[in-house]
């Protein structure tokens, strides 16, 4: 095109999805914009890495900007796990989440999950983890007969396409992985790749804490599935590649690789921009979409600030290309198409068959923790995050009846659970016992004692007696579809931008909650079957935001960070909003991508395949360019 | 280490205390290269004494006064590890542990290892808890690719020689 700022298409959202596709458009020599709500990346991470050392909760959001949390007046508030902790206060908490339902626990929940809004978007902090769905995960509905898994719910793509998206998706992340360790997941949950596929990289190496549980579970079998730990692939590089050094074991992918031996998407971002085709545009909030008499989105109107916390004044722009997407994940994607509600489009923009925003899922996050026999540590707190899980428990017939899981095995102690090594060390000073690791009267203490406390060498031998047996696993379940799980835009509470904050209905049904219930029968019978001793309590945590009760018995339920669900792909266009190529069915020039197209979740981690979606998602896009 | 004669000046008393109540070397609390800018030495001492300078006089007062016993018998007396209702000394003292370990200002009076203030983003990478465990801090790993799939070094290299007399 003569005029350069004349754009074929406008990306909303400086994330994984938004970088491919704009990497691939600007190959194509199309001219793309990005829209990016938040801030810059960074020349250097150098800024985000102080931010994380000097915070005292190291949570996934804290070496990234803001700081605060007044979601009234941040120009870009999302949800965040300080904010979680306030979840009952929308002063505090950007989501407006339900109120609490005394009388029926495992409904109007908080949702847990949070995300970033900032150049490179929640890759930033994702773990790495880059799994593949297997086929019987598209098909829940006409295979399984699930419950709660209606019409609408079936992936609208064949496995063997997204097979070859996977392919590109793992090449442009740089995943870690050897077909030859997955193999066993083939008869396990009918996991396949084509003929002759290798992983871009060499896999990770294993840590000690997996091979403490390989060991453990060694000829195990639940719920008629083999029991047996795989290798997770990862997006972490285990060779030079992509001008990225090979990790150096950090333990600390979340909240942020130091080193960026993690992928996150400033790399595609970067690339992108590289081809000099894509403009980025930071500190550019979109407000809403406009559409013309037709249906054809006509611009984009956003409004730009200087300032994150207490804008001031701003500006407010429209610009406008033949093509628009999406890409401002699965929460901010919704909340701007229901605010871009018209007299000709009442609902909202891409909402005829009022499924935009319902269905939010995440993988519902069961957390347990054990200690390995004396004599026998496992030296956590090394290597990433986590390198291995069990998969094996991904698929089989009891999909009909309850939720799959996956067991991620984590390798920082218990980090997640208690907050180590923080808790454990004020206790043996102090003489306290919040650990659980320094009881009065300690097993084979005669007589009737309190809680140790220590200083000297005695302290460095009784820490590193508990830490170094300290290990978790986290089970991530498949949550169900459920319509009345939603976002919605909040009639009165706004953002410091003026723009309506996202309103949160959720929780759990039955399906899922027998999922949970399975992940803990699982979690406790390898703790047994490896002579470890389980902590895993949850009786006194009424305090914490994912309390609830089920059964009779106290539960602490996490997010696992993947929101999903809220936009999702369909053939019929009644019962979904977008299409297998995540286009609008309601309007032909706008994609809505990420992974709040997944019309259902299963158990991987989703950025692998919003990532494959997204290279499906730019070729659909060049085509509708060409024509 | 707790057998050198009496330190000369304040910042050296301070050193001999710290390695006594946390129980590594001296050196590896304040080498003599010491790459961290301020010292975490410096950092420290000036944590306690912005809390209360009189109490961390007494406090290196009474361990003067220690000199010559085994450095478990001192840290044990200074901490009043056997004590349910510890001295402004002890907690004093017990603040200064929780610093060298987590790299994080508690005061005195706190119980909650979520109270915690991190000093200097030096502090967190040089807190002595990922020493205890054989491990580096989460976020500071000077190690190689694949590491954490053999154990670690002994834990013996960063602590002083086991005293004959410690049971």
């Given at each position: 095109?003569?005029?350069?700022?004349?754009?074929?298409?406008?990306?909303?959202?400086?994330?994984i999805?938004?970088?491919i596709?704009?990497l691939?458009?600007?190959?194509?020599?199309?001219?793309?914009?990005i829209?990016?709500?938040?801030?810059p990346i960074?020349?250097s991470r150098?800024q985000?890495?102080?931010?994380?050392?000097l915070s005292a909760?190291k949570?996934?959001?804290?070496p990234?900007?803001p700081?605060?949390?007044?979601?009234?007046?941040e120009a870009?508030?999302r949800?965040?796990?300080?904010?979680?902790?306030?979840?009952?206060?929308?002063?505090k908490?950007?989501?407006?989440?339900?109120?609490p339902d005394?009388t029926?626990?495992?409904?109007?929940?908080?949702?847990a999950?949070?995300?970033e809004?900032?150049?490179?978007g929640?890759?930033?902090?994702?773990?790495?983890?880059?799994?593949?769905?297997?086929?019987?995960?598209?098909?829940?509905?006409?295979?399984?007969?699930?419950?709660?898994?209606g019409?609408g719910?079936?992936?609208?793509?064949?496995?063997?396409?997204?097979?070859?998206?996977?392919g590109?998706?793992e090449?442009?992340?740089?995943?870690?992985?050897?077909?030859?360790?997955?193999?066993?997941?083939?008869?396990a949950?009918?996991?396949?790749?084509?003929?002759?596929?290798?992983?871009?990289?060499?896999?990770?190496?294993?840590?000690?804490?997996?091979?403490?549980?390989?060991?453990?579970v060694?000829?195990?079998?639940l719920?008629?599935?083999?029991?047996f730990?795989?290798p997770?692939?990862?997006?972490?590089?285990?060779?030079?590649?992509?001008?990225?050094?090979?990790?150096?074991?950090?333990?600390?992918?979340?909240?942020?690789?130091?080193?960026?031996?993690?992928?996150?998407a400033?790399?595609?971002?970067?690339?992108?921009?590289?081809?000099?085709?894509v403009?980025?545009?930071?500190?550019?909030v979109?407000?809403?979409?406009?559409?013309d008499?037709?249906?054809?989105?006509s611009?984009?109107?956003y409004?730009?600030?200087?300032?994150?916390?207490?804008p001031?004044p701003?500006?407010?722009?429209?610009?406008s290309?033949?093509?628009?997407?999406?890409?401002?994940h699965?929460?901010?994607n919704?909340?701007?198409?229901?605010?871009?509600?018209s007299?000709?489009?009442?609902?909202?923009?891409?909402?005829?068959?009022?499924?935009?925003?319902?269905?939010?899922?995440?993988?519902?996050?069961?957390l347990s923790?054990a200690?390995?026999?004396?004599?026998?540590?496992?030296?956590?707190?090394?290597?990433?995050?986590?390198?291995?899980?069990?998969?094996?428990?991904?698929?089989g017939?009891?999909?009909?009846?309850r939720?799959a899981?996956?067991?991620?095995?984590?390798?920082?102690?218990?980090?997640?659970?208690?907050?180590?090594?923080?808790?454990?060390?004020?206790?043996?000073?102090n003489?306290?016992?919040v650990?659980?690791?320094?009881p009065?009267?300690?097993?084979?203490?005669?007589q009737p004692?309190?809680?140790?406390?220590?200083?000297?060498r005695?302290?460095?031998?009784?820490?590193n007696?508990?830490?170094?047996?300290q290990?978790?696993?986290?089970?991530?379940?498949?949550?169900?579809?459920?319509a009345?799980?939603?976002?919605?835009?909040d009639?009165?509470?706004?953002?410091?931008?003026?723009?309506?904050?996202?309103?949160?209905?959720?929780?759990?049904d039955?399906?899922?909650?027998?999922?949970?219930?399975?992940?803990?029968?699982?979690?406790s019978?390898i703790?047994?079957?490896?002579?470890?001793t389980?902590?895993?309590d949850?009786?006194?945590?009424?305090?914490?935001?994912?309390?609830f009760?089920?059964e009779?018995?106290?539960?602490?339920?996490?997010?696992?960070?993947?929101?999903?669900?809220?936009?999702?792909?369909?053939?019929?266009?009644?019962?979904?909003?977008?299409?297998?190529?995540?286009?609008?069915?309601?309007?032909?020039?706008?994609?809505?991508?990420?992974s709040?197209s997944?019309?259902?979740?299963?158990?991987?981690?989703?950025?692998?395949?919003l990532?494959a979606l997204?290279?499906?998602?730019?070729?659909?896009l060049?085509?509708?360019l060409?024509? | 280490?707790?057998?050198?004669?009496?330190p000369?000046?304040?910042?050296?008393?301070?050193?001999?205390l710290s390695?006594?109540l946390?129980?590594?070397?001296?050196?590896?609390?304040?080498?003599?290269l010491?790459p961290?800018?301020?010292p975490?030495?410096?950092?420290?001492?000036?944590?306690?004494?912005?809390?209360?300078?009189?109490?961390?006089d007494?406090?290196?007062a009474?361990?003067?006064?220690?000199?010559?016993?085994?450095?478990?018998?001192?840290?044990?007396?200074?901490?009043e590890?056997?004590?349910?209702?510890?001295?402004?000394?002890a907690?004093?003292?017990?603040?200064?542990?929780?610093?060298w370990?987590?790299?994080?200002?508690?005061?005195?009076?706190?119980?909650?290892?979520?109270d915690?203030?991190?000093?200097?983003m030096?502090?967190?990478?040089?807190?002595?808890?990922?020493?205890?465990?054989?491990a580096?801090?989460?976020?500071?790993?000077?190690?190689?690719?694949?590491y954490?799939?053999s154990?670690?070094?002994?834990?013996?290299?960063?602590?002083?020689?086991?005293?004959?007399?410690h049971g």
């Open positions: 095109m003569a005029d350069p700022k004349t754009y074929d298409v406008v990306i909303v959202g400086a994330g999805a938004g970088g596709i704009a691939e458009l600007g190959r194509l020599g199309k001219h793309v914009l829209l990016e709500a938040g801030a960074p020349a150098e985000y890495m102080e931010n994380f050392f909760a949570t996934p959001e804290s990234y900007p700081k605060t949390l007044a979601p009234a007046e870009t508030p949800p965040t796990i300080l904010g979680l902790n306030n979840w009952k206060n929308a002063q908490s950007y989501l407006v989440q339900p109120t005394p029926f626990q495992p409904k109007q929940l908080p949702f999950s949070t995300y809004r900032i150049g490179g929640t890759t930033w902090h994702w773990l790495g983890t880059s799994l593949r769905l297997v086929p019987d995960d598209l098909v829940m509905h006409s295979y399984y007969k699930a419950p709660g898994f019409p719910t079936d992936w609208p793509i064949e496995y063997s396409e997204l097979e070859t998206l996977y590109k998706a090449d442009e992340i740089g995943v870690s992985a050897s077909v030859a360790e997955q193999a066993p997941l083939q008869q949950i009918g996991l396949t790749y084509p003929a002759g596929y290798q992983y871009p990289m060499q896999a990770i190496p294993e840590s000690l804490v997996d091979e403490a549980i390989s060991q453990g060694s000829g195990m079998s719920f008629g599935q083999p029991v730990v795989t997770t692939p990862a997006g972490r590089n285990s060779q030079p590649r992509a001008n990225r050094p090979v990790c150096a074991g950090n333990t600390n992918c979340i909240p942020i690789c130091p080193i960026q031996a993690k992928y996150d400033t790399v595609t971002l970067n690339a992108a921009l590289n081809t000099g085709n403009d980025v545009q930071y500190r550019s979109v407000t809403r979409l406009l559409a008499t037709q249906g054809r989105i611009s984009v109107e409004i730009t600030y200087n300032r994150e916390l207490k001031g701003v500006t407010t722009s429209q610009v290309a033949t093509t628009y997407v999406l890409a401002a699965a929460i901010e919704p909340k701007i198409l229901l605010n871009s509600k007299s000709a489009f009442p609902n909202g923009l891409a909402n005829s068959s009022d499924q935009l925003g319902r269905n939010l899922m995440d993988h519902v996050l069961y923790w200690l390995m026999p004396e004599g026998k540590p496992v030296f956590p707190y090394r290597g990433p995050l986590s390198t291995s899980g069990i998969e094996s428990l991904r698929n017939p009891f999909r009909s009846q939720a899981f996956r067991m991620e095995i984590g390798n920082e102690g218990w980090n997640f659970p208690i907050g180590d090594p923080y808790a454990t060390v004020n206790d043996f000073i003489g306290t016992n650990s659980a690791l320094n009065v009267t300690p097993p084979g203490t005669p004692s309190p809680s140790l406390k220590l200083g000297g005695d302290l460095v031998m009784a820490l007696d508990r830490l170094t047996r290990f978790r696993m986290a089970c991530l379940i498949e949550q169900s579809p459920q009345e799980n939603r976002v919605t835009l009639p009165t509470l706004k953002d410091g931008l003026g723009l309506p904050r996202p309103k949160i209905s959720y929780g759990f039955k399906y899922t909650l027998d999922g949970f219930m399975a992940a803990k029968q699982a979690s019978a703790y047994q079957a490896m002579g470890a389980e902590f895993t949850y009786s006194k945590s009424q305090s914490q935001p994912g309390y009760e089920y009779g018995q106290s539960f602490v339920f996490f997010g696992a960070g993947h929101v999903m669900g809220t936009h999702r792909m369909g053939s019929d266009p009644k019962l979904s909003v977008v299409d297998a190529n995540q286009r609008s069915h309601d309007h032909e020039n706008l994609w809505i991508v990420g709040g997944f019309p259902t979740v299963a158990t991987p981690n989703p950025t692998l395949t990532a997204a290279f499906k998602t730019a070729a659909s060049g085509k509708a060409t024509l | 280490m707790s057998n050198s004669p009496t000369s000046t304040r910042m050296d008393q301070f050193v001999a390695s006594v946390t129980g590594f070397t001296q050196d590896t609390l304040a080498p003599q010491d961290t800018d301020p975490l030495k410096k950092l420290y001492l000036e944590a306690a004494d912005k809390s209360s300078t009189q109490t961390v007494a406090l290196l009474a361990f003067a006064n220690l000199s010559g016993q085994p450095a478990q018998t001192i840290a044990n007396t200074l901490l590890v056997d004590s349910t209702n510890p001295t402004a000394n907690l004093m003292a017990r603040s200064i542990l929780k610093l370990y987590l790299g994080s200002w508690y005061a005195p009076t706190s119980l909650i290892a979520t915690g203030t991190v000093v200097a030096n502090a967190y990478i040089g807190g002595l808890a990922w020493s205890a465990m054989q580096h801090p989460m976020g500071y790993s000077e190690l190689k690719f694949g954490w799939n154990a670690p070094p002994p834990l013996s290299g960063v602590l002083p020689p086991s005293e004959a007399n």
